[in-house]
């Protein structure tokens, strides 16, 4: 694994690696105990506008263990019109994302409390979705150019 690390007055890190076992790269952003990551490998999850997908949420500490949060789990997506998140009723850590029928890109978040107490402490989880086309269903022939005369 090869590791890059980038410091700023002892405050930010940037932490990029290549895993053997996964392709692309991780990008870690660590700032004064948040930490953020992502992987380098087109970094969108590519649906296509006649499928919908099951996504579910996990949550982990600062270590990687699994982690719990306060109460229910809420979705979103930033474009409803190329979009939709629908919450599973028996389990708020589950959602199905179903496209709009539109191609485009949009952000599917979830917002939990990550306070087990009292308090309230959001934690906002993101996941980039690129909507495409779908499987072809039919074919359109059209002229390219003016006609030409026959040599």
Do not use: H
């Not at 870690?28 to 970094?43: E, H, K, S, V």
């Not at 599973?88 to 917002?111: E, H, I, L, M, R």
Request: charged share 20%; proline share 6%.
């Amino acid at each position: 694994m090869n590791t890059l690390q980038f410091q700023l007055g002892g405050t930010l890190k940037f932490l990029i690696d290549e895993p053997a076992s996964r392709p692309g790269a991780r990008i870690t952003i660590c700032y004064d105990g948040l930490t953020l990551t992502a992987w380098g490998d087109g970094m969108a999850y590519k649906l296509p506008n006649d499928k919908m997908i099951a996504v579910q949420v996990a949550y982990v500490d600062s270590k990687g263990n699994p982690a719990e949060v306060d109460g229910e789990v809420s979705w979103d997506t930033s474009d409803p019109n190329l979009a939709t998140v629908e919450t599973n009723v028996a389990d708020s850590t589950q959602a199905t994302v179903t496209p709009g029928g539109t191609v485009g890109q949009v952000q599917v978040t979830c917002t939990a409390d990550a306070d087990l107490g009292s308090g309230v402490r959001e934690i906002i989880t993101t996941m980039d979705v690129d909507i495409v086309a779908g499987e072809a269903v039919a074919g359109t022939i059209t002229p390219v150019g003016e006609p030409q005369p026959i040599a």
